[in-house]
Structure formats: structure tokens, C-alpha cells
């Protein structure tokens, strides 16, 4: 079902939004004022692909928020320093004395995961799950609201940007279905800035409620009434009330309440749990969903950290099973294999712990990315930088040694099948690390 | 122990004001909570489109016609002063209302948090929701949102202590003084306990609040401190924390007496024998980041993109600077300056927040209202859930932000309009004034849109209402229609 693409649909369409959005031709003159502000003048002009790949993957993009500590998510039990740095909160060595359930799993013979994590194991061992570590951004600012935005945005340090990578990637290709109402969604009452930009993209926070409530008699009368009245309103109000109104009947056919996940798969009944289950419910009804947007909190670990049984092990344990649900209802459960899921934060925590048993916003961090095209089962590292304090970002971080775009790029080129990698990531021209098949 | 630059700073602000409240002096009230309705059609006085209904769409949680008549009387400043001097205006039935039903945030930090915590959460949204609706004092209540969104508390993090920082910080000092305000909110339990301040002592500090305080309270993100300024702010903070049940305490066992340099300003080391004078070095502090010109520009700048626009142009920007410059940070005379009618006349239209956009539906439909229990579930749906923002930023004002989220919206439209039995009675019938379609249409105008509907969506909500019979059912699916409408998603 994901892959019955629609080659040469969609591409009437594309040209159109293309005008509209990338020359700023449009007829109506507010929607050109948008494309300018959404797209500046610097973005280099989309190449038009005549025909795409018919392997375009669908993606879910996690945005961890809150600075997710890295080293507690995988962690390097192989350098000493990791111990030295944390008396009190940190991940025994698998090889340690002690109970089971308080030690590492190891990944590696350097890496290994908490046992919050052990929900990802399967997809590890299946090597469909990459571990990069020491990634993140160059450069970054230690303030998570200017970090997030320029780690969503896909370009450090440019105010003038509003729109997202996400956003990006799907306004510069065409659709994968045509007649799709909705290409995206976030999980979220207010649009994630990842996926700004992007056409036939909704917040909606809870797909299985999406109604316009009242008489079901003269529902479709009122949808019409309000499709007309916000058609003089100023983007992006305007189209994201027309994809509202097309998106309710799309939404109303998905059978979110009698929804069962394949392969015996358990999604925490947790808010990340159930958007993941709602992600996966719309991707299996087949109705050309590109991609999904969720976001997971809780990382900003400042006290009381104890990712072996306290907060952190909480919030990892949410985080590792609601994905490993996704990943054995969805990835691992044909016909949906095409779908690739990363997630990411916007930075990491310092290496060693602060007096309140908890860790202060740092540098780099892990990254995750799943999919049966994904070369998986590695912690990946670009020459792992240490955690002796000589080797740290200030004296206190873990160093950035992979910007975090590399993945994305790799995966969007390859996985996404978009060529327009400058369009994606401006400025930014990524290494391809073989993060996909 | 204080820098000479620091020194020089203090002298500038002059010493710190007692945190006294106002006296409040009920007045015979001038703004009747439910609008006359006339028995005649009304005529849609189109001269309000004008500097004065952009004021009032500004500092109101929805323009009602007692609005537009109170703003006639008194003219453009004249309403603005009236409600600057909030306390003069008589609220003494939100205050009734909220005394009654809502008593546990007039209890004390002990009887709170004795208090089940739900209900703590229950009633704090509430009052906050109905005071918005319902009180005299728009202007204020606009303030209390402004500094609630910039001084952000989670009360899923903090619970009852939420409750004691709306009334004893936000509310206090909402309209006093930005010093007064950074003062109580950084002596605020709940503070304290939201951004681990309570956690930060001597060889192991917290960055949290030392970090937030500079970039979203104060200096702003680009406000010219660096990480190290971070690290040595939080030392200078280290004995800042909670004691009892969440009252603000400086404990000086706690505290790092070693020499600090925060901002390029030099803290000399002290002694433990000083014992509670230490808190003076982060008193010292506050007024560098109150006197720094980056959290003018910072404060003013969100001010504007409160009241005016999304984008103030730089000349408003300077001005209300300088006012805060000039009156040591006067929250009622920044707000004069960014009140100013050249600027509002020109200025875009602002997307309303879910918040805003169902006070205005309650304050402007006017429902007969017991409680707003129902109501105040319904923010969930809407995306805006009191006081539920886990992050220091605050819910965001942004149009990008919010675009998507219109279906929610409707949906709430056509679940209030429906209300007509229990604790939220919209009544419909008295919409229905004047017998006709038409006079439907006009009470609409008039009583949601403050006589300035837009022409085209009064012809079609009209056209709607006439496709069907003229009964309750069709006028609450207008009313539902009309809330739902583009227009009315903007102040």
C-alpha cells in the first residue's frame, strides 16, 4: 500500500505550488507575500523532477525536547571518564557486578543502552536501528528555544528562516499521492516550525477527534460555509482551514478506536505512545500520508536525573517502547517496511553531573534513526572525542563531531528521494556517512 | 562588596519599593458585564472601525457593545487611563464570583498544599478563564496573561505553588513596576521550585534559572551575556530556594561566598559570618540585569508584539525603551507609550490564542454563566490548557504557530453555542430579538462583532440562517458559524 505510487500524478499540481511558492508568481498576492517570506530570495531554485523514485519513504520525525542527555541514552560505559564525571547517575557497565536490571546492555564493546532502553534492542539487533553519537549541532546555543529552532529550521543562526526541514522537503517535491487532502501532520495543537512550510500539513493533536462537532445533518452545510468564509483569509489560515475541512472526512474513515497494531505491538498508553499509534493507524489506511511529526518532553534533566529507575528511566522507557511498538506494528510489518523514523534533540547535557544529581544543558548527543533501509545495528561516531576534560566542548561537553543534517540528508536524498538538498539544508553541504542501505 | 559599575547602576533605579498592594475602592461600575441589548435593529456603526476599536479589540478579551459605548464615552485615552487605573474600576462581581467559587486561591501556602492538587489546578484555570471573560478590568487581565506567558510556570511541575505565584507575583504586580515584578518572581517559590533554583547550592550549581532569568525574563537570548556569565550568575544565586512549604528562602549554608564576575561586574568574595546579607549579591544582580539596556529593548519589544504587532518597527521599540528607561521600568507608562493610537490604526491584526479566542466567545455570546467547569476542559481540545506550558518560553504568540489549528476551534463553536441547560446557558433566543432573520444577523454584529462584521460574512451568515426555518436550533449554528468565522479569529 505505501509503495503504490502515483508516478506521474501530483506533478500539475507540484508545477503550481512550485510557482507559487518558489518564483512568488502567484494571482493572489497574499499567498505570494507569504511564499517571500516563507522562502527568501538567497533558496536556490527547486529543480523540477520530472519523475521521482517510487521508494520514497514515509517519515516519522521525533523531536526530543528539552536537551535529551546522550550519554544516558547510550552510553560510552567504555570511557572511564563517563564514570568519573558521574558518581551518582550513572549506567553500570554490562560486564559490572550487581543486579541485571541496573546494568548497561551492551550495544558494543564501548557503547550500551540503559535498560530504559530496552525496547530498541529488537530493532538493533535487526540492524535496522543506527545509534549516532556525538552528533548534534556546530555551534549551537545552550538556550533550548534558539537551539530547537534553528535544529528545526535546518539552518544555524538565521532568524530570517521560518521554515522547516520538513516543510522544506515537502513543498520541493511532489506529491506521493495527488489527490492526498493531507501530506503531513504534527501531533501537536500548534505546527511543529519542522514542518513550516510545508503544503497539505496539519497540527492536529488528536487525529481520531478531528470533527466539526454539531448536527451531523448540517455538517457538511457548515464545512461548506466555513471552506467559503476562510477562502478571502490570509495565508497560512487560509490553506490550513481548506486542508482542515478536506482532512476531517479523510480522518473520519480511520477507524482510530478499533485500530490494532500488527506483530503483537503494545504502544504505551502515554501521550508519545498514542500519537505513534495514531501516526502508524493513518500510514496503514493508505491515504498518502508523507510524513508526521511528534514530539516527545521530559529531557531537561536538571535534577534528580536517575535514569536507572527515576525520571529519566521513565521518560527513555516511553521514548524506547512506544518507538519499538512503531517499529514492530509499522517498519518491521510489510506492507509498510517504507517507513523511516529519526529522532533527535536539539542538544545534549553536560558530561558530568551537577550537585542536584541531574546534568545542565551541553553539547552533543545521540540520534536515532530506524528503518529496514537504514544500516543500523552500530553506534556510529566520527572518532569518538572523549569525555576527559581536556577533550570536552568548554570544558564541560561532549563535542559535537557530526552535525546532525549529515543523517537528515542522507536519509532525505536516499530515503526521500529528494535531490534538493540545498533547498532542505541551506549552506550546508552534508557528508554522506552511509547512514542508509 | 558591590562593584563600582553595579553601584552606580543601583543609584540609577533607586532603592527598592516595599512590595505594597493598592488598595482597592469599589466605584459604581461603569461597564455593565452584559451588553444592552436594544429592541430595535441596530444600525452597524461603521465608524468604529477607528484607532479607538482597534484599542479595544487590543486590551479586551473580545469588543463587546458595552465596550464600544464606554470607549465613546470616554474617548480613545480616556479609556485607556480608566482601565490603567484598574483598580478603580468596580469588579466586585468577578470578585463575588470568583470569592465563591474558587476558594482555595485566597488560602495560604500551608492550606494549599493541604489542598488536593486538582483542585487547586481546577480552580486557579477557572478564575483565570473567568476573570478574562468577565471582569471590568480587560487591560489588567491582558496584563496578567502577558506576564504569566513571560514569567511561564508549569503547574505540572510545580502544582499548588502555581496558585500562590498568580495571585502573590503575577497579579500583585502586574501593573506595577517591571523591578517590582522581577523582584517577587525571583523570590517566588514557585519560581524557584520550576526552573531548580531550589537545587542550586555552593560547589554545585543549577544553571536552570540563572540561565532563563538572563535570556527570557530579562536580557533577552541575544542580550550580550555569555555562558559564563551563566555560570557565574548561578553561583552568585546558590542560597536562593524554597523553605517550608514552598516559601521563598535564602539559605545561607548554601551559598558560595567565593568572588563572582557576572556581566562585568565584580562580586568581591565574602564570608559565610555574613550570613543573610549574602542574598544582596543576587539583589545586586537583579538590578544590573533591571538597569542592562537589553532588557529594556527586551521588555518593550515584547510589549509591543503583545499589544501591536507581531513585527514592531524599531522607532516603537526605542520608544517604549525609553520609557522603561525613564520611569525605572513603569509598567503603566510602557504601556501608555505602546498604546499610542497612530500605531494601533496602522497596525495588522493579531491571531487570537485559543485562550483569547474562548474568553472572547464567552464575553462577547454572554451566556448566563454559574461556572466555567465545562469551559475550561474545553482549552485542551483547543490546544491552550492553563498554565500546562512545559517550557520557561510560555505558549507561543505566533501566527506559524497557531495557523493549523482552526478545526479545534469550530468544534469548540459548536459545542458552546449548543449549551442550553447547565452552568453555561447560551440564550439563544435573546439573538432572536426583533423576530426576523435579519435582526438575528444585527444582534449577531452587534453583540460579538462590535457592529463591525465584515459585509461578506454578514450576508452569508444570513444567507445561512434563512436557508433554514427561524428557530433556536438554526440561530445557535449561526452564532456557531460566526465564531467559527475567519474574523473572528483576529483582534
Not at chain 2, 32 to 55: F, G, K, Q, Y
Not at chain 2, 307 to 325: E, K
Request: hydrophobic share 40%.
Amino acid at each position: 500500500m505505501i509503495d503504490e505510487r502515483d508516478d506521474d500524478c501530483g506533478c500539475t499540481e507540484y508545477r503550481e505550488l512550485s510557482r507559487r511558492q518558489f518564483l512568488g508568481t502567484a494571482a493572489g498576492g497574499s499567498m505570494a507575500a507569504v511564499a517571500a517570506a516563507y522562502f527568501p530570495a538567497w533558496l536556490p531554485k527547486v529543480v523540477l523532477a520530472e519523475s521521482y523514485t517510487s521508494t520514497r519513504d514515509v517519515i516519522l520525525s521525533v523531536f526530543m525536547r528539552g536537551g535529551a542527555d546522550g550519554l544516558s541514552l547510550c552510553v560510552p560505559f567504555g570511557d572511564p571518564s563517563y564514570y568519573t564525571g558521574r558518581p551518582t547517575i550513572a549506567i553500570p557497565r554490562p560486564d559490572a557486578a550487581g543486579a541485571l536490571t541496573t546494568k548497561g546492555i551492551a550495544l558494543d564493546n564501548f557503547f550500551a543502552f540503559p535498560q530504559a532502553m530496552a525496547g530498541l534492542m529488537p530493532a538493533y539487533v535487526a540492524t535496522d536501528l543506527l545509534v549516532v553519537h556525538a552528533t548534534g549541532q556546530f555551534n549551537s546555543s545552550r538556550s533550548h528555544f534558539d537551539a530547537q529552532r534553528y535544529m528545526e529550521i535546518g539552518k544555524p543562526n538565521d532568524a530570517s528562516l521560518v521554515t522547516g526541514w520538513l516543510g522544506r522537503h515537502l513543498a520541493s517535491m511532489p506529491p506521493v499521492r495527488s489527490t492526498a487532502p493531507l501530506r503531513a501532520l504534527g501531533l501537536s495543537s500548534g505546527l511543529q516550525k519542522t514542518l513550516v512550510g510545508a503544503p497539505k500539513t496539519l497540527p492536529i493533536a488528536n487525529p481520531a477527534g478531528f470533527s466539526i462537532g454539531g448536527s451531523a445533518a448540517t455538517a457538511a452545510a457548515r464545512m461548506a460555509f466555513l471552506q467559503t468564509d476562510y477562502g478571502g483569509a490570509t495565508e497560512p489560515i487560509h490553506s490550513a482551514a481548506l486542508d482542515a475541512t478536506n482532512t476531517v472526512s479523510l480522518l473520519a474513515t480511520i477507524g482510530f478506536s478499533t485500530y490494532r497494531p500488527a506483530n503483537g505491538a503494545v504502544y504505551p498508553n502515554t501521550s508519545f505512545g498514542n500519537a505513534l499509534k495514531s501516526v502508524a493507524a493513518i500510514i496503514k489506511a493508505d491515504v498518502g500520508i508523507e510524513a508526521a511529526q511528534v514530539d516527545i518532553g521530559g529531557w531537561d534533566t536538571h535534577s534528580a536525573e536517575d535514569p536507572i529507575a527515576g525520571s529519566m528511566y521513565r521518560t527513555m522507557q516511553d521514548f524506547s517502547n512506544s518507538l519499538a511498538a512503531f517499529y514492530a506494528d509499522v517498519i518491521a510489518t510489510a506492507p509498510t517496511t517504507g517507513v523511516t523514523a529519526v529522532a533527535f534533540s536539539e542538544f545534549g547535557r553536560n558530561a558530568r553531573e551537577n550537585g542536584s544529581n541531574g546534568t545542565d544543558h551541553g553539547r552533543g548527543t545521540a540520534l536515532f534513526a530506524i528503518g529496514k533501509n537504514i544500516a543500523g545495528g552500530r553506534v556510529m561516531v566520527n572518532n569518538w572525542p572523549g569525555l576527559a576534560k581536556p577533550n570536552l566542548d568548554s570544558g564541560q561537553d561532549l563535542v559535537v563531531t557530526i552535525d546532525y543534517r549529515d543523517i537528515l540528508a542522507e536519509i532525505v536524498q536516499n530515503r526521500l528521494g529528494n535531490a534538493n538538498l540545498g533547498v532542505v539544508f541551506p549552506s550546508w553541504t552534508p557528508t554522506m556517512r552511509g547512514v542508509t542501505r | 562588596m558591590i562593584g563600582l559599575g553595579a553601584a552606580a547602576l543601583l543609584t540609577a533605579l533607586g532603592p527598592r519599593r516595599a512590595a505594597t498592594q493598592t488598595p482597592r475602592h469599589p466605584r459604581p461600575a461603569p461597564l455593565p458585564l452584559t451588553p444592552n441589548i436594544p429592541n430595535e435593529t441596530p444600525v452597524a456603526p461603521r465608524e468604529w472601525a477607528t484607532d479607538t476599536s482597534r484599542l479595544l479589540r487590543r486590551v479586551t478579551y473580545g469588543l463587546t457593545d458595552a465596550d464600544v459605548q464606554a470607549a465613546k464615552k470616554y474617548g480613545f485615552r480616556g479609556f485607556v487611563e480608566r482601565q490603567l487605573d484598574y483598580t478603580q474600576l468596580d469588579d466586585s462581581a468577578a470578585d463575588a464570583f470568583v470569592g465563591s467559587k474558587y476558594p482555595l486561591l485566597s488560602q495560604n501556602i500551608t492550606q494549599l498544599f493541604a489542598a488536593s492538587a486538582t483542585t487547586v489546578q481546577l480552580q486557579l484555570q477557572q478564575a483565570t478563564l473567568y476573570r478574562a471573560a468577565f471582569s471590568t478590568r480587560q487591560l489588567y487581565e491582558r496584563m496578567v496573561e502577558f506576564w504569566t506567558n513571560h514569567f511561564n510556570i508549569s503547574i505540572i511541575k510545580v502544582g499548588y505553588l502555581k496558585a500562590v505565584d498568580d495571585r502573590d507575583v503575577i497579579r500583585q504586580y502586574a501593573m506595577t513596576t517591571f523591578r517590582d515584578l522581577l523582584y517577587a518572581s525571583a523570590k517566588s517559590g514557585a519560581m524557584m521550585a520550576y526552573l531548580d533554583q531550589n537545587q542550586s547550592r555552593s560547589g554545585a550549581p543549577n544553571q536552570n534559572y540563572a540561565r532563563e532569568i538572563m535570556e527570557l525574563h530579562t536580557l533577552g537570548v541575544n542580550g550580550g551575556y555569555t555562558q559564563n556569565d551563566v555560570a557565574e550568575l548561578s553561583r552568585v544565586l546558590t542560597g536562593w530556594t524554597i523553605a517550608g512549604r514552598g516559601d521563598f528562602a535564602f539559605n545561607p549554608a548554601i551559598h558560595d561566598w567565593g568572588a563572582k564576575t557576572v556581566l562585568g561586574v565584580t562580586i568581591p568574595a565574602g564570608s559565610p559570618s555574613m550570613g543573610a546579607a549574602g542574598i544582596k549579591e543576587g539583589e545586586m544582580m537583579l538590578d544590573v540585569l533591571l538597569a542592562h539596556p537589553s532588557t529594556a529593548t527586551f521588555i518593550a519589544t515584547k510589549m509591543l508584539h503583545w499589544f501591536l504587532s507581531y513585527d514592531p518597527l524599531p522607532a516603537q521599540i526605542a520608544a517604549v525603551a525609553s520609557t522603561y528607561t525613564a520611569t525605572g521600568g513603569d509598567i503603566k507608562a510602557m504601556i501608555r507609550t505602546s498604546l499610542d493610537s497612530a500605531w494601533l490604526t496602522a497596525a495588522p491584526m493579531k491571531l487570537k490564542r485559543p485562550f483569547h479566542f474562548i474568553a472572547s466567545s464567552l464575553r462577547t455570546a454572554s451566556p448566563a454563566v454559574t461556572n466555567v467547569v465545562t469551559i475550561n476542559s474545553q482549552l485542551t481540545n483547543v490546544g491552550q490548557p492553563l498554565f500546562h506550558w512545559d517550557t520557561p518560553d510560555g505558549y507561543p504568540d505566533k501566527v506559524e504557530y497557531w495557523a493549523g489549528n482552526v478545526l479545534p476551534r469550530w468544534s469548540y463553536a459548536s459545542y458552546f453555542t449548543s449549551l442550553g441547560s447547565g452552568e453555561v446557558v447560551i440564550d439563544a433566543a435573546s439573538f432572536m430579538k426583533g423576530n426576523t432573520a435579519d435582526s438575528t444577523i444585527a444582534n449577531i454584529d452587534l453583540r460579538l462583532f462590535g457592529s463591525e462584521i465584515d459585509p461578506t460574512l454578514k450576508a452569508s451568515l444570513a444567507a445561512y440562517l434563512k436557508a433554514g426555518a427561524l428557530n433556536v436550533a438554526r440561530v445557535r449554528e449561526t452564532l456557531a458559524l460566526a465564531l467559527s468565522a475567519n474574523s473572528f479569529q483576529w483582534y
